[in-house]
Nanobody, 118 residues
Framework: QVQLVESGGGLVQAGGSLRLSCAASGRTFSATNVGWFRQAPGKEREFVAA???????NYADSVKARFTCSRDHAKNTVYLQMNSLKPEDTAVYYC????????????WGQGTQVTVSS
């Protein structure tokens, strides 16, 4: 079982930066794939970024070159560094994790609000 807690959200002006953290419990977290998703009001949840247990990453086109996903296995934490934020990045951001060496996201955090003002 993995429990996820996001933090780091807040209010920032357009062009600013935030770093989200996803702290996990569970001995096998380092073997999971972790994704970041977001959901804006009135919109469906969408994929933002992901990092595998081997540290390979992929990103949605809308955030490429602005967002960077990383993880610290020793701290059981995954990060999402968000730069050059835009008002359209405003959403609740969730991290999710798979079971070890799996591909389906089974575990979800409670979400953290990111608001970008223009």
């Amino acid at each position: 079982q993995v429990q996820l807690v996001e933090s780091g959200g807040g209010l920032v002006q357009a062009g600013g930066s935030l770093r989200l953290s996803c702290a996990a419990s569970g001995r096998t977290f380092s073997a999971t794939n972790v994704g970041w998703f977001r959901q804006a009001p009135g919109k469906e949840r969408e994929f933002v970024a992901a990092i595998s247990w081997t540290l390979s990453t992929n990103y949605a086109d809308s955030v490429k070159a602005r967002f960077t996903c990383s993880r610290d296995h020793a701290k059981n934490t995954v990060y999402l560094q968000m730069n050059s934020l835009k008002p359209e990045d405003t959403a609740v951001y969730y991290c999710a994790a798979t079971k070890p060496w799996d591909t389906n996201y089974e575990y979800w955090g409670q979400g953290t609000q990111v608001t970008v003002s223009s």
